[in-house]
Structures are given as structure tokens and as C-alpha cells.
């Protein structure tokens, strides 16, 4: 079975400070990778995904996220963090060549402060 | 495209009452999900459709919670009845064989 493990549950940062959120996940097959957020009231939206290829995968936004199977990490960066980035950042997993559950960690609230 | 839609956004229930939630998903996306979201917790998938077949239920507690996805296009998700461990957002999501998972707003329950 997969799991997913998001050791920091909150992570505070000052505006444009650069940020990190960590995640490791756990599987004896090959996976997916996914980081989710979750704006205020909102409901959970793709950030990035790692599927296949360049273990650096990017978003739209900035965030950037590195496949490294060694350790079983796929943490989150981004090198300068704006107001519009507090949310909660969730990490998943699922079987790869699979259509399969996706599988979430805890999550990570990421709180921008002025 | 329109996303997944659920409905109804907030409901606030009395406990031992039943309740019902609808999910519409994206156009196409053949594979449902719903999932359960505590507070400060990640969702926990209740179950997962294919089409109109459910094909894992294993984390649905299905003593009373049960759900339906007639023609395989909407959804809904029942609880009868309610207790207080069922306050949560209950989030559904959809997906295709080359679309990641796409989720709704959500459903917060509060049961007193």
C-alpha cells in the first residue's frame, strides 16, 4: 500500500521569502505524484504533477516540485512566496499505470506573513 | 469546461437524521470519487466509481453511508442516519484516462 507523509503541518514564511514543503511518500511500486492546494473554501486544485520524464516538474504559478526516488521525496518550493499563496498544500500519491485512488497526505497550511 | 459541481455547499443536520449530498462531474470524466475531509486532515477516498459500477468501496461504512452514480453520470452520497463523527467536507472528484483528478467545492456537514 502507498502512504504519503507531510511532516510539517503548518509552515510560516514572510512575503517573498522562498519556502519548502516537505513531503515523503512510501510504495513497493512505481508511482504517481501529485501536489494539490486548497484556497480558503474552496475545494482541493492540481498544482503540479510528476508523471513520467524530468524528475523537476513546474506549475504556472511559480511552485516547483522535484522527483527524488532515492529518498522518496517530492517536496515543494518556490523562491520568492506572495499573499495570494496561503492556502493548505496537500502531497498525494497513486500506483503508477494504474487508474487507481489517489492517495493524500495531511496536508501542509502555508501561512504568508506580511 | 464547467467543473464538478456539488450541492448542497453547507448543511447543518441534527444527529440520527439522514442527508444527502449530489455530485455532477466533469462532462466525459467516467471515473467519481467521493472522499471524506476531516478538519486539518487530508480527504480519504469513500468510494470510487467506474461508469456506474462501484468498483472500490472498501473505506465506505456501509452500516450507513450509501451512494449511487445512476447512468454513471451524477452522483449521490447518503448518510442515515447521522452522528456526530460524520461532520466533514465531503468532496467529490472526477477524472479520465488522460485528465487528472478534478474536485468540487464540497459539501461541509455539521451534525449537532
Known amino acids: 500500500a502507498q502512504s504519503v507523509t507531510q511532516l510539517d503541518s503548518q509552515v510560516p514564511v514572510f512575503e517573498e521569502a522562498p519556502v519548502e514543503l516537505r513531503c515523503n511518500y512510501s510504495s513497493s511500486v512505481s508511482v504517481y505524484l501529485f501536489w494539490y492546494v486548497q484556497y480558503p473554501n474552496q475545494g482541493l486544485q492540481l498544482l503540479l504533477k510528476y508523471l513520467s520524464g524530468s524528475t523537476l516538474v513546474e506549475s504556472i504559478n511559480g511552485f516547483e516540485a522535484e522527483f527524488n526516488k532515492s529518498q522518496t521525496s517530492f517536496h515543494l518550493r518556490k523562491p520568492s512566496v506572495h499573499i495570494s499563496d496561503t492556502a493548505e498544500y496537500f502531497c498525494a500519491v497513486s500506483r503508477m499505470n494504474r487508474d487507481d485512488k489517489i492517495i493524500f497526505g495531511k496536508g501542509t497550511r502555508l501561512h504568508i506573513l506580511p | 469546461e464547467a467543473g464538478v459541481v456539488q450541492s448542497p455547499r453547507y448543511k447543518i443536520i441534527e444527529k440520527k437524521q439522514p442527508v444527502a449530498f449530489w455530485c455532477n462531474p466533469i462532462?466525459?470524466?467516467?471515473?467519481l470519487y467521493w472522499y471524506r475531509q476531516n478538519l486539518g486532515q487530508g480527504p480519504e477516498l469513500l468510494i470510487r466509481y467506474e461508469n456506474e459500477e462501484a468498483v472500490d468501496d472498501s473505506q465506505l461504512p456501509k452500516d450507513r453511508f450509501s451512494a449511487e452514480r445512476l447512468k454513471g453520470v451524477d452522483s449521490t452520497l447518503k448518510i442515515q442516519p447521522a452522528e456526530l463523527g460524520d461532520s466533514a467536507v465531503y468532496l467529490c472528484?472526477?477524472?479520465?484516462?488522460?485528465?487528472?483528478?478534478?474536485f468540487g467545492n464540497g459539501t461541509r456537514l455539521t451534525v449537532t
Open positions: 462532462s466525459g470524466h467516467n471515473t
Open positions: 472528484a472526477s477524472s479520465s484516462l488522460n485528465s487528472p483528478l478534478h
